[in-house]
């Protein structure tokens, strides 16, 4: 409850209370007063008229016939002279009467001598009739006659005050009474009428005190609320406002204190975002730092050029800080979006993002942000895509907003140069973000200046990746001298579609990031290597248009170990895995696969040639090798090797659709493949069309 508030509720009730008290107290003093005042009248009058009466006459009334008899005329005259003279007063008496000792045994201890009431009325008693208080409904004692006493009688025809005075005769004796009554249920009638208009009084008089109070308070504490507000104001962190003197000068010296206050936390405000600046650019550039460290570990981390690139990009938005971006790689006149990221699109749309990404090419005409890019060699920068002034020579590609529904602001393209001067692409960032997620404006001179250095580096990570790309496909292609359907496309297929399932099993089991990103490396290179052991198998066998005999197939069946001798010293983990992956590509799930557990041991003699020199035999078959006891890459590569073959098409078949290989692939679960990687296959199978589309 605000200051205010209760100010106000205890003032009003004080007042009430204190109105109520008083009206209470003043009621019944005015009660007891007045009760008191009309016992004397009753007594002084009732002594009157006894004083007046001649005895005689009275002890003489005591029937009904007395009625007639000229005393009760003569005391009848009396009483009913006394109540009109009386009935002018501020409260009339009502009955005047006399009484005489009981001789009909009266409660009270007489009997009705002379009634006031006229004889006609309904109300006039005769005389003899015991006087029993009217009847009263409150037990009374007897009237004591011998000297003068007021009561208070209530009976049907309502409350009174009753006062008796004794007539004497000369010698003391008491021959009667005289009773005189007063209606007190009027008397209090109006007494409680002046009670309630007491208490409304009382409620006037405290809406009264409530609006003084009201008008007291706001003025008292209106200098209190604005000091409230000034603090408020400072406390919110605009230290620019001042308090005025002029309606505050009864705080005059707070009114100082706190002016001064509020310009001492204002330049120790400007200070702190001083230093929060200076620390924000601290932080961002060793953001940055990390991030360009990061490509330099790359260069001797990351092997696949794929995978790099992912990586490169994944590192420039951390260095700017993007909600998105992409690389868009130089296949001749042409550049082809081939790498996607994006934080804000869910999965479903990143996915349909990414087959945006493999069928959008941009032609190096200039006429796009990117296309300039590539083909100037500068970086461009578009604060706001959708409103590129016109005389600038190059537009926005919406193509890949409307087909996920994103929407791209502020773009920045560098150019990927090589440190011969060759263009091998560009790195493309959307949407600036703060550190709580909230969009940037646009880019600013030092993010383009980070990136600038950023692609250098980068570039060189990349040629250096190349080379590794170049080596592994140099192989490959002496593989396709001996076998056509061992194309490039193929085994970058292949290779594409084991990344994906391998990707699908670590999301799967929540694999560490940094293994994923070591193993997917080593993956992609190792299955793009798994049939390079066809280069040692004869010409006869490889070639062969016809059916292979059992032994052809045996011969075939050499080119894995043919391929893992090529690896066997296993000197690094891409030995290892090209060794594990060339050699059990072709074990099944079930066990019925080959060469099962074979021993290669280093440095020995492969046992078929280069020069397609003939196949060695052994005399028992190796153990079997089954289940999970087949290395892990082993068993990815098998099923994206099966997948591309059934999928593409071959000198001895056509392509089969993809409900029929899905079918085919699904029915050799668990006996020619890992349940598990089916699984997975199956849950990602729009990124499988999507390597697909770009291997096409």
């Known amino acids: 409850m605000k200051l205010r508030t209760k100010i106000k509720v205890v003032t009003m009730g004080i007042t009430v209370v204190l109105t109520v008290t008083m009206t209470v107290v003043g009621y019944w003093s005015t009660r ?51 109540t009109t003279v009386n009935q002018t007063a501020a409260f009339p008496l009502r009955f005047v009467y006399l009484l005489v000792p009981t001789d009909e045994h009266a409660t009270s201890g007489w009997d009705l001598a002379v009634d006031s009431d006229p004889r ?40 009174w005050i009753s006062g008796y005075a004794p007539v004497r005769t000369a010698d003391g004796a008491v021959v009667g009474l005289v009773g005189v009554d007063i209606a007190y249920r009027d008397f209090v009638a109006q007494l409680d009428w002046l009670l309630w208009w007491a208490c409304t009084l009382a409620v006037i008089l405290s809406v009264v005190m409530y609006t003084v109070v009201e008008v007291a308070i706001n003025r008292l504490l209106r200098p209190i609320g604005q000091l409230r507000e000034f603090i408020s104001t400072i406390g919110a962190g605009h ?18 204190e706190l002016n001064t206050m509020a310009s001492q936390l204002g330049e120790r405000a400007k200070l702190v975002r001083k230093n929060a600046e200076l620390s924000e650019n601290v932080t961002r550039q060793s953001t940055r730092l990390e991030a360009i460290a990061d490509v330099d570990a790359q260069m001797n981390e990351i092997q696949d050029i794929d995978i790099l690139i992912e990586a490169i990009l994944a590192d420039a938005r951390r260095l700017v800080g993007c909600d998105a971006g992409s690389v868009l790689l130089r296949e001749g006149d042409e550049l082809l979006l081939t790498y996607l990221q994006n934080d804000t699109l869910r999965p479903t749309r990143a996915d349909q993002a ?122 490959i292609r002496m593989a396709e001298m001996r076998d056509p359907s061992e194309t490039a496309h193929h085994v970058n297929r292949v290779a594409a579609y084991s990344v994906v399932l391998y990707e699908g099993l670590a999301r799967k089991h929540a694999f560490d990031s940094a293994r994923v990103q070591r193993e997917r490396d080593t993956l992609r290179i190792a299955a793009m290597l798994h049939d390079v052991g066809k280069v040692g198998i004869p010409d006869a066998i490889l070639k062969k248009a ?40 072709h074990e099944r799930w079930d066990g019925a696969g080959y060469p099962g557990m074979v021993t290669i041991p280093p440095s020995s003699t492969p ?43 071959r000198q001895y078949k056509d392509a089969w659709p993809e409900d029929r290989v899905l079918k085919e692939m699904s029915v050799n679960a668990g006996r020619q493949f890992d349940p598990e990687l089916i699984e997975i296959l199956l849950e990602n199978l729009p990124q499988m069309r999507s390597v697909a589309a770009r291997y096409s």
């Open 607 to 649: 046992p078929g040639s280069l020069g397609g020199v003939g196949v060695s035999s052994r005399s028992e078959p190796p153990p079997i090798m089954q289940g999970e006891g087949i290395p892990l890459f082993a068993r990815i590569v098998a099923v994206a090797d099966v997948f591309d073959a059934l999928s593409s098409k």
């Open 354 to 475: 990414r087959l945006v990404a493999t069928s959008t090419r941009i032609r190096l005409d200039g006429g796009s942000i990117c296309g300039y890019a590539a083909l100037t060699g500068e970086s461009v920068v578009a604060d706001d895509a959708y409103h590129i002034p016109a005389d600038r020579p190059y537009r926005f590609n919406p193509e890949v907003d409307q087909s996920t529904g994103y929407r791209t602001r502020a773009v920045l393209a560098i150019p990927l140069r090589t440190s011969a001067g060759k263009i091998v692409g560009v790195l493309q960032l959307l949407n600036p973000v703060e550190k709580n997620g909230e969009p940037r404006l646009g880019f600013s001179k030092e993010d383009i200046d980070a990136v600038t250095h950023f692609s250098s580096a980068a570039t060189v990570a990349l040629e250096r990746a190349a080379l590794t790309r170049s080596i592994v496909l140099r192989m």
């Open 546 to 585: 016809g059916r292979l005999t059992a032994e052809e197939y045996a011969g075939m069946q050499k080119h894995a170990e043919i391929g893992a001798q090529l690896f066997a010293e296993r000197e690094s983990v891409l030995d290892r895995s090209a060794f594990e992956v060339a050699l059990h590509h």
């Open 120 to 159: 006609d009325s309904p109300d006039w008693t005769i005389p003899g009739t015991p006087y029993n208080f009217s009847p009263s409904v409150v037990p009374v004692a007897p009237i004591d006659g011998s000297v003068p006493t007021v009561r208070h009688l209530d009976d049907q025809w309502g409350s």
């Open 239 to 256: 230290f620019d406002q001042r308090l005025d003197t002029n309606p505050l000068t009864e705080f005059l010296p707070v009114v100082n």
């Open 32 to 82: 007891s007063t007045l009760d008191a005042s009309l016992q004397s009248r009753v007594e002084a009058i009732a002594v009157t008229v006894a004083l007046e009466l001649p005895p005689a006459a009275l002890a003489s009334i005591s029937s009904a016939k007395s009625a007639q008899t000229p005393e009760y005329e003569q005391l009848e005259r009396i009483v009913r002279g006394v």
